[in-house]
Structure formats: structure tokens, C-alpha cells
């Protein structure tokens, strides 16, 4: 009913939508994309897009495909403790492809939830620090003046403060605010706000100083002169010009809050052990890096390391694609 | 570029050996922590005890039994026609590290320095009335009133000179709020078996052997390098790699690692500190709990089924690796009062405990916050993770808070905790001491730790009675009353004991000591 | 120039005093100061007696103007953990930060521009491949980890380094350094590389993408056109017009080194500025953490302060007061 209202009208000077009777035809024309080639052409890409997807579908089908529920508490048998991979348990016929941690628990499992929460956090810090850095950063790279000093003076307040550092004061304050009854149920919300404040002014930086070479550029100038708006200026002509660099930072910043998370797990300041992300189970996993249970550090941090490297290696090869100047 | 840099690093590294030999007598000592001062009365903590009694010393202290000994004083007593007046004897011939003699006035000033006012040694000593020297090798404590076990406090109130204090102005312990440095915070005049060489807070400190000690034996370490390595993987490592002697804090679950190491033995020993649970009492509903009428836990059937759905051994087996002597009293073997019936526990009965919970009208559960540290005792957080396991197969669902000790500690002490993991250590070796302040209703001076606001006045009574009660017969037949009642109503739930482990380089041996305050003199070598 | 640098000046006067309210405000909220400076033992009327004889039951605003005037004077009080002036401990313990620090953003800097040069100029070569995914792997590692793995294989199985601390140490004046003797430059090895793992990858990853770039550009192949040699265009033309974003990265990166040697000096045990903070965080040792962050805050600005002026000499194009013809 509401289709024909949504529809936006074709803007001029655009290309006429994709015909309702070919169904396919925005596939075909994906399909025959250059980005597409690009992306055919690059064994490493195509081997990093398969495994980042299966990584991220592994984790949102965990609830469904885990052999163990790692997160009910009942469920678990204490006893079944520290089972080498690929064996069965001592004390119950339970069977461990990549064995068990020190509580019991299937690693194989608690992995595949561990990347929710770890995917979870770091998508959503990263968006946060995107959307947040990005928009203060074209505002004062554009504007200037006092606008531009005051934004990238708190951004340099904030860069005066290690990530960590800040998560440790929101994790404070947090404590302070939230009822204890509810902290823990908070808690990974608190660490996707201090993951994600922590890294915003990253992207202000890099936005602003893109966006001030870019304002010089004749064609804004022009675009100025034609009084064209400010916000349809930096949506038209900047911020295309600046998602290269952002889409560079934001892969690694994707990979880096995931190990971001994983830094704070190793201070003691994370998701509760009994929900843990994989950052959590790569430190309960290093207690025993001496002692001889190599599979429950092993395994997490394969995970961990395999997905922030097809991240990074998708977002390198987004960032060639994406560059008009590179092609 | 990994390999580029590794094999830089080889090229550079390839030409010596890292580890270099030292002579027998030195030993380089690995804590997790470094003593926090070195002002014997600043903190009563027990990292800086364990290092400042190489340096000072007691009037007594503990052998690795956890019996009393003689150390400055030769005997104690209390007065024969006064109750209320504890007379010490001194060692003749002592000398403090500046060559000044110790005396009786040394004695006095420093029992009066531990319990001034800016003292954290204060609370062992706030029965005490008065000090007096009665000749330059006698003391006399005059107390409040009878205090029988008054000098099971002493272990670790340490003597200081009263002429060098004076000198250099520290006769009173440091103020914080004052901003001021204070000499005896980084320098020493103690009569201990050990002189302070130099101290870099946090990374070393080197101490020589004091020749004109005392002891007839003299130690066979003759220098401690002490190396506080807060990180216990590297801590580990640098035992592994050859870089330190001794290891004091040792993770249980590379024991077996160090124990199968060429090189490396491992010595453990039970610690005189109880692992415990500790619930919230009282008619109000808890703040964390989907019952919104009543409190679960001060129902006694909810805290059966709690005790009976807890697996001791499977704790003591998989999260301990064995290190842990579980027990069902909150009061370690080493403390007067322990009997083995109090330390007997029920064995596991889910079915049972399942019943228990339905009669108490929670057939279903019912759920809870579980606050844990988790820097504080021996893999304290996986033990209430295990807790949480073994309680959710029940149908009671815990969610685990976990926090540094710092964050935790008041929660406990503000009574904003349900449930909460306490450890619990004894040093005065009496059961009074864990009753004033885990089962002794909330009121001033006593149960500071009751943080769960268990209330029994009767018990409360009985409590105060102790510490007055010269009797130590009938004293002791209150405590096991007491203890009988706390047990049966399960006021606690106790886990385990906590064993120590220390590791060193096969050639040495140093004792497990129950108040985990080993003194290097104890080292002997192999030859 | 000058009134630019004095405006500037004033500014980071201003960004010092907020950082003071925010390190003042929040630490009022982490923990119990005096429950992480007495034992579990210690009864509560002690507690209170000690908490008023601090100065933590005044009201916030006298504490907080208390803490601007002593900080003022470079006056943070007595550490609630040690009982020492903060200031000497800080003091202390920078020069083992700053030669951390400095060793890494080093092996950080040459490698990462070497590398990174390397890899743009032979994009399709094995080799910038394999650099490539190694640096991915490099940074797709949680910092405590690469720590704990190096001190595994060089301390544990190898033995060729420390495992932790700075070796021996020679005093110059009040500056404590291990650079002179043997076992302090052995054990400088393993957490400066460490330290430099990321930086070196984010160095490498920037002077590759920009100069990737640059090389795309009209007046590289008016240059090529031109005659000039490869070389001449490759350092004369192309790495000279990759420095500007390289030198703001690194700028702002050598700030976050220190800030990242937390984690690293936590894990080797390096006696500097980080693992204070840390053992401080852990105890709620609030006039060290204050100091701390005021420090870190100081080292920032004055980066920053650097940064711009070096942008002001390097692209005259970037008049800051050239803003308002933006408007």
C-alpha cells in the first residue's frame, strides 16, 4: 500500500530506476559493477569476504547452531572442566570439538556466542564513533573559525586521554549512576560508549583536515558561489571526498574495538565472564598459557585475530575500490 | 616484518646469555605486589608486613605452624595480681640497624606510635590503656580491662627507635592530608635480620644481611633482591626464564607446570584464610532478585538447598587445581575454636536441594546478583562463576557482578550486596575476631564485615563476652557454642580454605608460612 | 605566526583546565580511595577517621579548587598508595616511559615508512603481500597478547631476553637510564616492539595509501613526463606530499604510544609512568590517576600545539585564519 509512497521520485540528471518487471536487474547490474570486478579479481578479498560473513553468521546463528549453551549457567558441568579438543569428557559422555574451559563450558560454543558480543560491541562503537566524528569533523573542517578551535580543541582533550582511560571513567561514572542492580545488564552498553567515545576524534581529525583541503577545491567554491546550501555542499561534494580516509580509519577502528574490548577484559573492565565476548575468553584462556591448556586461549584468539583480519583486509580492498581516483 | 624484527632481534641478542649466575647467598625474591610503605604503623596489610618484618621486628611472631614465638620479647604474661596488665620480658642485646641499644622505652614508644590516631595498626590496639617501661628490659601493657589474648595481636606491630623517630621526626605516622614526605616512609632503623640496601617503589629493592643480629644462626641468604612483577603470567615467566629465585604468588594452574620443570620445585601449604559466601538477611525484598516479596535467603530452607547444591570438591578439583581444602566452617584448622565436626560438609544433593527450595515456596527459583572481586583471592572470580553454574542447575539464577577488590570491598562494608564471595583471614588466631566482624550484629566497632546484616542478639552477647573472659575454659565452651549456632543456621557459606603455593629454583627451600608471610632467614640451600 | 602560537598557547591553557575539572570530577567517582588504602581488616571508624583527616568529606568545590591550586604548582599531593609526593613519582618513573616511548615510535617511524614506501612502489610484488598480511595479523592481536607470546619465545623457550623490568640502570642526574648498559638496551627490545607493532602498522598502511595516491596524481606524471628519474619522483615528489597527513598521524600516534604502554609496561613489568597509572587505577590511588591524566593531557596539547605549527610550515595552503572566507 505504501510501496507507491516511497518511492522517491528520480532525481534529474540520475539514472532511471531498475524496472519492477526485472527482478534481477539490480543484481545484474551489481553484478557487472566495477567494484564487483575489483572484488573478483582479489583472491585475498574474496577469501576475506567468506570469511568475515561466515564469522558474522556464526555468530548471529550461534543460538541455533551452538552445541552447547554456554550461557545457561545449568547447563554446564563443572566437572567437564579443562577436556583437552576433540575428546570426551572424563566425567560425562559430553563430546568437545575444541575442547572445554576452565568452567566446563564448550569452547567451540562459547566462541560462537563471544563473537556476537565482541561483533556487537565493536559494530556498534565503531558506528557511534563514525556518526559522531564525522559530523564534527566536516563541521568544523567546513565552518573554521570558532567553531572548528572549540570542536577540535575537546577533541584534543579527548586524544589527551588513552581509550582505556576513558573507559575506565565512563566504567566509574557508570558505576556511579547506574543501580547496582542493573550495572551488569548495562554493562556492554558502558563498553560500547567508552569504546566508542574513546575513538571519535580519530575520524574529527582526519574528516576535518580532509575537509579543509577539499573546501579550497574549486568546484566547492563554485558550488559556494552558486549558493548552494552549506549541509548539501558537504553532502554533495566533501563527504564523498573524505569516506576514503573514514573507511580506511573505520576498518581499523572496527578491528581495533574489538581488541579494544579485549584490552579492557585483560584490566578486569568488560562484560561479565558469565556472558563473555571473545576478548574475555582470550584472558581467562592466557591464565593458561603456561600450564599447558592451550585450547582455551588457542581457539578464542584465532577467532579473534581471523576476524579482525578479514575486516581490515575487506576495508583496504573498499578503500582502492572505492576511490574513483584510484581507478 | 614480523620476521624481519625477530630476526633483528636475534642478530643483536645472539651473542651472550641473558641469565647471569649469582652467588648462592643472593635471592631474587618475585612478589605480585610491592609493600606499599615502609613506615612499620602506616598500613596493616599484608605484602608490607611480610616485607618490613625482615627489616623490624615483633615482640613475638608465628613459626610456619602458626605457634607463638619469641622474637624481641623472651616471655609474656599477665600479671599474676592484675588481670587487666600484660607483663613482657625483653631480649637482652639487641641493637637497631644504627648501633643504638633496644630498650623497654623503645617498646613504649613504638606500642604508643601503632596506636595514635593516624596508626593503621590502631584497631589491634585500641583495648590497651596505657604502656609503661618498668626497667629497661620490662614492659608492661595495661589494658582497658582483661584481655586474655591481647598478645595474639602483636605479630606484626613492629619497634622502632624512639631517639632515631625522634631525630628525624616521625614519631607520628604519616598524614596523608598533611602533604608531607615522612622519613620513615623510605627509610629504615629497624633490629630485623635484614638491613634496606635501596628501594625503587614498584620495581626493586635490595636488602643485605645485618651482621650484628641477634639470632645465633645466621641466615644463609645474605642478600634479597625483591622484585614486585604484578602480572602473573610474566611473573611466571621470569621464574621459567631464570630471572628470579622464588615466586611467593603462584597461580594454581601452573603449578604443575612449574612442579614438572627441571630446575623448578613447588612448595604448598594451607594459608590461615577461609573462601566464603555471604547473603543478605532481613525481611526486606533484595535489590536484585525477581522476589518481590520477602528475601529468599532469610529463609533457612533456601540456604540448605544453597549449601547442598554447592559442589566443594569440584571447585577444589577443576578451579583449584586441588589447592584448596574445602570445608563447612568459616574458620580455618589454624584458629581455636576449629573442631573437623564444624568442618564437615554435606555432600551434594540436587535432588534434595530442588525439594527444599519448592517447600520454602521457590519451586521454580528464583533470581540474584552475585557480587565477586576479582583480584583479590585465588581465582576468586571463577569460583563464584562456578557457584553460578552450580546454583543455576537448582533453578536459582545468578548473574555475576565482578569487580577489583578496591570497587568491591564497599559494597560489602555499605551492605549493598545480596550475595557476595569474601575471603576471611585470622590473625589473631582466635575465633573472636571472625565473630566481631562476620557474625556480630552491625553496630560500631563490630561486624564492620557483616555486610549481609545478620542479627542475632543472643549470639551478640555471647560475642562480647569473649573478649572480656579470663576464664579460657568457659571461654572456649562460648565459642563453640557460637559456632554451633552459626553453622546450623548457616549464617556463611564457607567454600574452602585457601592453600599457598610458593616456586622456586630447586637449590632452595622456603616454607609455606599460614599467614603467607615467609621470612627469607627460613631459606635453606641444597648443596 | 607569533599571535597564531599565542592564541594557540591560550587555548591549550584553557583545554589543561578543563581536563582538570574532568580528572578532578570523575576520580570523585571511581571506587573508595579509602577503601583501596586500608586492608579488608581495617574497621570502619578508622575509615572515617582517615576520610576526614583527606579532606574527602569537604564539599567538591573547595577540593576541586584545592586541586587547581596544587596542581598549579605541579602539587598532586601524596600518593594514597606510597606515601610519596605524586609529582616525584611521576617524575621518576618518565624517563622509562619516554625511552619505551621513544624506542618504539623509532622502530615505529622507520620501519612504517620504509615498509610503507616499499609496499606502494611494488603493490603487486610477494613480498608487499606477505608485509601486508603480516602487519594485519600484527595489529589484528590484542597488545598484552604479542607480549605474552614474545616473552614466551624469547624469555621462556629461547632465553635470549628479559622477561621484565629495564635491566640495569645508570643515574644521569635525575634522569634513570637503561640505554647504557647491556641488560637495559636487551630488556628495552621486546616491549619496544611490542609498543611499535600498531603504530608501525598504521604508519605503513598511511604512507602506502598516500602515496598510492600521490602517485595517481597529474604532476607526478607531468614529472614522469618530464624525464626525471624514478627516484627523483618517488622521494623527491611522492614521499615529499605524503608527509603532511604522516607527520599528524605520528604526531598524535606518539601521544597514544604512551598511552598504549599501559598495557605494555603492565605485561613487562616496565617500570614507567603506565604501569603506575595502572597499579594506581587498580587501588583507586586517586592523586596519582589525577596527575596522571593531567599529564597525558599536557603531553597531548603540546603534541597537538607541535603538530599545527609543522602543518602551518609544511602546507602554507592551511592558514587557519584563512576560515573565514569559508563563512
Known amino acids: 500500500m505504501s510501496s507507491q509512497d ?27 559493477s566495477d567494484i564487483f570486478y575489483s572484488w573478483k579479481r582479489s583472491p585475498v578479498t574474496v577469501i576475506a569476504t567468506f570469511t568475515a560473513l561466515f564469522l558474522i553468521l556464526m555468530a548471529l546463528m550461534a543460538p541455533l547452531i551452538a552445541p552447547h549453551d554456554p550461557f545457561n549457567p545449568a547447563s554446564l558441568n563443572l566437572m567437564d572442566g579443562f577436556t583437552p579438543p576433540a575428546s570426551a569428557s572424563a566425567f560425562s559422555d559430553n563430546w568437545f570439538l575444541m575442547g572445554a574451559d ?4 564448550d569452547v567451540l560454543s562459547t566462541i560462537m556466542y563471544g563473537s556476537r558480543v565482541s561483533l556487537f560491541v565493536g559494530f556498534m562503537a565503531t558506528l557511534f564513533a563514525v556518526v559522531m566524528g564525522m559530523g564534527l569533523g566536516l563541521a568544523a573542517g567546513y565552518n573554521g573559525g570558532m567553531i572548528d578551535a572549540v570542536i577540535m580543541r575537546v577533541a584534543d582533550i579527548q586524544l589527551s586521554f588513552p ?12 558505576r556511579g549512576v547506574i543501580p547496582a542492580n542493573q550495572q551488569e545488564s548495562m554493562a556492554i552498553w558502558v563498553l560500547i560508549l567508552a569504546i566508542g567515545l574513546s575513538n571519535w576524534a580519530q575520524f574529527a581529525r582526519t574528516v576535518r583536515g580532509a575537509t579543509m583541503v577539499e573546501r579550497e577545491k574549486d568546484y566547492v567554491a563554485a558550488a559556494r558561489i552558486m549558493g548552494v546550501h552549506p549541509v548539501l555542499i558537504l553532502l554533495r561534494h566533501i563527504l564523498p571526498n573524505v569516506l576514503g580516509p573514514v573507511l580506511v580509519i573505520g576498518t581499523i577502528g572496527l578491528a581495533l574495538a574489538i581488541i579494544e574490548e579485549a584490552t579492557l577484559s585483560f584490566l578486569g573492565v568488560g562484560v561479565p565472564p558469565t556472558q563473555p565476548s571473545l576478548g574475555t575468553l582470550i584472558r581467562i584462556g592466557q591464565q593458561y598459557l603456561f600450564s599447558g591448556e592451550w585450547w582455551i586461549l588457542f581457539f578464542p584468539a584465532m577467532t579473534l585475530i581471523l576476524l579482525a583480519l578479514s575486516v581490515n583486509l575487506l576495508g583496504d580492498w573498499l578503500r582502492d575500490a572505492l576511490n574513483p581516483k584510484l581507478r | 616484518m614480523k620476521t624481519v624484527i625477530a630476526g633483528l632481534g636475534a642478530a643483536l641478542l645472539s651473542t651472550t646469555m641473558l641469565v647471569t649466575s649469582v652467588s648462592a647467598e643472593t635471592i631474587r625474591w618475585a612478589r605480585g605486589s610491592d609493600a606499599l610503605t615502609l613506615d612499620p604503623h602506616s598500613q596493616n596489610q599484608g605484602v608490607t608486613h611480610n616485607f618490613a618484618h625482615h627489616i623490624y621486628e615483633t615482640l613475638v611472631d608465628r613459626d610456619v605452624e602458626g605457634t607463638l614465638q619469641p622474637r624481641l620479647a623472651l616471655s609474656w604474661e599477665i600479671k599474676a595480681d592484675d588481670p587487666t596488665v600484660w607483663v613482657f620480658k625483653l631480649r637482652e642485646g639487641v641493637t637497631f640497624h644504627d648501633g643504638a641499644a633496644f630498650t623497654a622505652e623503645d617498646v613504649v614508644f613504638s606500642l604508643d606510635r601503632a596506636r595514635s590516631e593516624k596508626s593503621n595498626m590502631r584497631q589491634l590496639h585500641v583495648d590497651v590503656d596505657s604502656v609503661t617501661a618498668v626497667d629497661d628490659l620490662t614492659v608492661e601493657v595495661k589494658m582497658k580491662g582483661p584481655s586474655p589474648l591481647y598478645v595474639n595481636n602483636l605479630t606484626n606491630t613492629f619497634m622502632m627507635d624512639k631517639t632515631w623517630s625522634e631525630t628525624n621526626n616521625v614519631v607520628e605516622v604519616q598524614d596523608y592530608a598533611a602533604g608531607e614526605d615522612n622519613y620513615a616512609v623510605r627509610n629504615t632503623n629497624g633490629t630485623g635480620p635484614y638491613k634496606l640496601v635501596s628501594r625503587e617503589v614498584d620495581v626493586r629493592s635490595v636488602m643485605a644481611v645485618n651482621d650484628d643480629h641477634w639470632a645465633e644462626n645466621k641466615p644463609a641468604v645474605t642478600e634479597i633482591i625483591y622484585l614486585p612483577i604484578s602480572d602473573a603470567a610474566t611473573r611466571v615467566a621470569a621464574l621459567l626464564s631464570g630471572e628470579v629465585d622464588i615466586v611467593q604468588d603462584v597461580p594454581v594452574q601452573d603449578i604443575e607446570r612449574l612442579t614438572g620443570t627441571d630446575g623448578i620445585k613447588v612448595e604448598t601449604g594451607p594459608e590461615n584464610r577461609v573462601i566464603y559466601f555471604g547473603y543478605k538477611f532481613g525481611d526486606a525484598p533484595l535489590k536484585t532478585s525477581n522476589v518481590t516479596e520477602g528475601n529468599p535467603f532469610n529463609n533457612p530452607l533456601v540456604r540448605e538447598a544453597m549449601e547442598l547444591a554447592v559442589d566443594r570438591d569440584a571447585i577444589k578439583q577443576v578451579v583449584m587445581r586441588g589447592q584448596s581444602v574445602p570445608t563447612g566452617v568459616a574458620n580455618p584448622p589454624f584458629v581455636a575454636g576449629w573442631t573437623p565436626e564444624l568442618d564437615a560438609y554435606p555432600a551434594v544433593d540436587l535432588d534434595r536441594a530442588r525439594e527444599l527450595l519448592a517447600e520454602a515456596g521457590y519451586p521454580d527459583g528464583f533470581t540474584v546478583t552475585l557480587d565477586t572481586p576479582n583480584n583479590r583471592y585465588v581465582n576468586d572470580e571463577a569460583i563464584s562463576q562456578a557457584v553460578v553454574g552450580m546454583l543455576g542447575r537448582i533453578g536459582i539464577q545468578v548473574t555475576l557482578a565482578s569487580r577489583p577488590v578496591a570497587q568491591h570491598s564497599p559494597l560489602v562494608t555499605s551492605n549493598e550486596t545480596d550475595f557476595y564471595l569474601l575471603g576471611w583471614g585470622v590473625p589473631t588466631f582466635d575465633s573472636a575476631y571472625v565473630f566481631n566482624d562476620l557474625v556480630h550484629t552491625k553496630d560500631g566497632s563490630y561486624g564492620a564485615y557483616n555486610g549481609g546484616l545478620y542479627s542475632n542478639p543472643e549470639l551478640d552477647e555471647k560475642i562480647r563476652s569473649l573478649g572480656t573472659e579470663t576464664d579460657l575454659a568457659k571461654r572456649d565452651a562460648t ?47 641444597a648443596d | 605566526m607569533l599571535a597564531f602560537i599565542i592564541r594557540r598557547l591560550a587555548q591549550s591553557v584553557l583545554v589543561m583546565l578543563f581536563v582538570a575539572l574532568i580528572a578532578f570530577v570523575i576520580f570523585r567517582y571511581v571506587g573508595d580511595p579509602i577503601a583501596s588504602m586500608v586492608g579488608v581488616e581495617t574497621r570502619l571508624e578508622d575509615q572515617e577517621i582517615m576520610r576526614d583527616r583527606l579532606g574527602l568529606n569537604d564539599p567538591a568545590v573547595i577540593q576541586f579548587l584545592r586541586f587547581v591550586g596544587n596542581a598549579m604548582q605541579g602539587e598532586f ?41 616499499f609496499t606502494a612502489l611494488k603493490p603487486k610484488s610477494l613480498l608487499s603481500g606477505a608485509v601486508m598480511s603480516a602487519s594485519l595479523i600484527g595489529v589484528s592481536l590484542p597488545t598484552f597478547l604479542i607480549g605474552i607470546g614474545l616473552i614466551y619465545i624469547f624469555s621462556v623457550e629461547l632465553g635470549w631476553l628479559p622477561s621484565f623490568g629495564r635491566g640495569e640502570v645508570v643515574d644521569l642526574g635525575w634522569w ?8 637495559g638496551l636487551k630488556s628495552l627490545i621486546l616491549p619496544a616492539i611490542t609498543l611499535s607493532l600498531f603504530q608501525l602498522t598504521l604508519i605503513m598502511r598511511l604512507v602506502r595509501a598516500e602515496m598510492l595516491e600521490v602517485l595517481r596524481t597529474e604532476y607526478i606524471r607531468f614529472a614522469r613526463a618530464r624525464g626525471l628519474t624514478q627516484r627523483a619522483i618517488n622521494f623527491g615528489h611522492a614521499l615529499k606530499n605524503t608527509l603532511v597527513p604522516v607527520i599528524t598521524i605520528t604526531g598524535l600516534q606518539l601521544g597514544s604510544v604512551i598511552a598504549f604502554a599501559i598495557v605494555t609496561e603492565t605485561v613487562f613489568q616496565w617500570p614507567g609512568v603506565g604501569s603506575l597509572f595502572i597499579t594506581s587505577v587498580q587501588v583507586v590511588d586517586v592523586p596519582v590517576m589525577a596527575a596522571y591524566l593531567m599529564f597525558i593531557a599536557l603531553v597531548f596539547v603540546l603534541i597537538n600545539l607541535v603538530v599545527d605549527i609543522l602543518y602551518f610550515v609544511v602546507d602554507p595552503r592551511l592558514r587557519v585564519d584563512g576560515g573565514s572566507s569559508g563563512k
Open chain 1, 6 to 32: 516511497m518511492t522517491p521520485a528520480p532525481a534529474p540528471g540520475t539514472p532511471a530506476p531498475v524496472a519492477p518487471p526485472r527482478p534481477t536487474g539490480r543484481l545484474r547490474r551489481m553484478l557487472d
Open chain 3, 176 to 183: 634513570r637510564t637503561g640505554l647504557l648498559t647491556e641488560t
Open chain 1, 163 to 174: 581509550a582505556i582511560l576513558i573507559a575506565l571513567l565512563i566504567f566509574g561514572v557508570a
Open chain 2, 479 to 525: 565459642v563453640a557454642e557460637i559456632w554451633q549456632v552459626v553453622k546450623e543456621d548457616r549464617v556463611l557459606l564457607p567454600i574452602h580454605n585457601q592453600v599457598l603455593a610458593y616456586a622456586m629454583a630447586d637449590r632452595i627451600t622456603l616454607p609455606v608460612h599460614p599467614e603467607n608471610q615467609p621470612l627469607l632467614t627460613s631459606v635453606t640451600f
Open chain 1, 102 to 105: 576452565n568452567q566446563g563450558r
Open chain 3, 77 to 117: 599531593g601524596i600518593s594514597y598508595r606510597l606515601q610519596q609526593p605524586v609529582t616525584e613519582l611521576i617524575l621518576s618513573r618518565l624517563p622509562a616511559t619516554i625511552e619505551l616511548a621513544f624506542a618504539s615510535a623509532m622502530i615505529a617511524l622507520v620501519f612504517g615508512v620504509v615498509l610503507g614506501v
